[in-house]
């Protein structure tokens, strides 16, 4: 079954550039309730933004991906403590030519950022408080869960950004910091474990409940949101 495919609450244009993913069955069970969580995951270009949602979403390390142009979705539905998650995975472009029309939409209506850099590249990790200044500037609210993540950790003779460092960082901003590898196999629960963090604190958040959404509910939650987003302050 195709996974990599337009959100259900966003009908505006998108670019996808990525072939879909195939995803087993046992990942995908939506039951008559699900609650669906919207995440985007933004940093610099290469850093692994694409190969981190492909293990997480497809269960496998994507050899030769190609740069993400706008934003490329994947999802996967969770079952926590007997209750279905979705989580709506939003892999934005890292270069600005290919986000620069996209940024609006990727912050809409969020509910979780995950940050990520190479720490293989330590501009990529010094790029990381434009990226938490770029989310505040689209009025994601404080309560709204973020992550950091250095990706790459395979790659251990070239490492420049110590993990000491990247948790100063992590800590001036209250983010819990996680460095794992997208490649490496054995990372791979890891990966999964990251995600999983998320989804367990966006349980515990206010309900966003959807019975097997219908277009019109769909429009009418859209709206509703869109006036939200209006009233921002910044
Ligand atoms: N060694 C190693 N290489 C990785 C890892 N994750 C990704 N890569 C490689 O890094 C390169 C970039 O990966 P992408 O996932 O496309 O990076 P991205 O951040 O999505 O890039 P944009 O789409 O341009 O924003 C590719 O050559 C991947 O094979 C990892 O954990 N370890």
Same mark, same amino acid.
């Given at each position: 079954?195709? &996974?990599?495919?337009?959100?259900?609450? /966003?009908?505006?244009?998108?670019? +996808?550039?990525?072939?879909?993913?195939? !995803?087993?069955?046992?990942?995908?069970? =939506?039951?008559?309730?699900?609650?669906?969580?919207?995440?985007?995951? &933004?940093?610099?270009?290469?850093?692994?933004?694409?190969?981190?949602?492909?293990?997480? #979403?497809?269960?496998?390390?994507?050899?030769?991906?190609?740069?993400?142009?706008? =934003?490329?979705?994947?999802?996967?539905?969770?079952?926590?403590?007997?209750? %279905? &998650?979705?989580?709506?995975?939003?892999?934005?472009?890292?270069?600005?030519?290919?986000?620069? %029309?996209? *940024?609006?939409?990727?912050?809409?209506?969020?509910?979780?950022?995950?940050? *990520?850099?190479?720490?293989?590249?330590?501009? %990529?990790?010094?790029?990381?408080? /434009?990226?938490?200044?770029?989310?505040?500037?689209? #009025?994601?609210?404080?309560? *709204?869960?973020?992550?950091? =993540?250095?990706?790459? #950790?395979?790659?251990?003779?070239?490492? /420049?950004?110590?993990?000491?460092?990247?948790? #100063? @960082?992590?800590?001036?901003?209250?983010?819990?910091?996680? /460095?794992?590898?997208?490649?490496?196999?054995?990372?791979?629960?890891?990966?999964?474990?990251?995600? @999983?963090?998320?989804?367990?604190?966006?349980? +515990?958040?206010?309900? !966003?409940? @959807?019975?097997?959404?219908?277009?019109?509910?769909?429009?009418? @939650?859209?709206?509703?949101?869109?006036?939200?987003?209006?009233?921002?302050?910044?």
């Amino acid at each position: 079954m195709a &996974i990599e495919k337009k959100p259900e609450d /966003e009908f505006d244009t998108v670019f +996808s550039q990525n072939d879909s993913l195939e !995803l087993s069955s046992h990942h995908d069970y =939506v039951t008559a309730q699900t609650r669906i969580f919207k995440i985007i995951v &933004i940093g610099d270009s290469n850093v692994g933004k694409t190969c981190l949602t492909y293990r997480f #979403c497809g269960g496998t390390f994507l050899k030769n991906p190609e740069a993400t142009i706008g =934003v490329d979705f994947r999802e996967r539905t969770l079952e926590l403590d007997g209750e %279905s &998650i979705k989580l709506q995975i939003w892999d934005t472009a890292g270069q600005e030519r290919f986000r620069k %029309s996209m *940024v609006e939409h990727y912050y809409r209506s969020v509910h979780a950022v995950i940050f *990520v850099y190479d720490v293989t590249s330590l501009s %990529s990790f010094e790029s990381i408080p /434009e990226w938490i200044e770029e989310c505040r500037r689209h #009025c994601v609210g404080p309560l *709204v869960p973020r992550i950091m =993540v250095g990706n790459k #950790c395979d790659l251990r003779d070239r490492r /420049e950004v110590p993990t000491t460092a990247a948790q #100063c @960082l992590a800590d001036s901003y209250n983010f819990p910091l996680f /460095e794992t590898s997208a490649k490496e196999p054995a990372e791979k629960e890891h990966v999964d474990a990251i995600f @999983l963090t998320l989804a367990y604190r966006l349980k +515990s958040h206010k309900p !966003l409940r @959807l019975k097997q959404p219908s277009e019109s509910n769909i429009r009418q @939650l859209w709206n509703q949101r869109e006036q939200e987003a209006a009233t921002c302050q910044c």
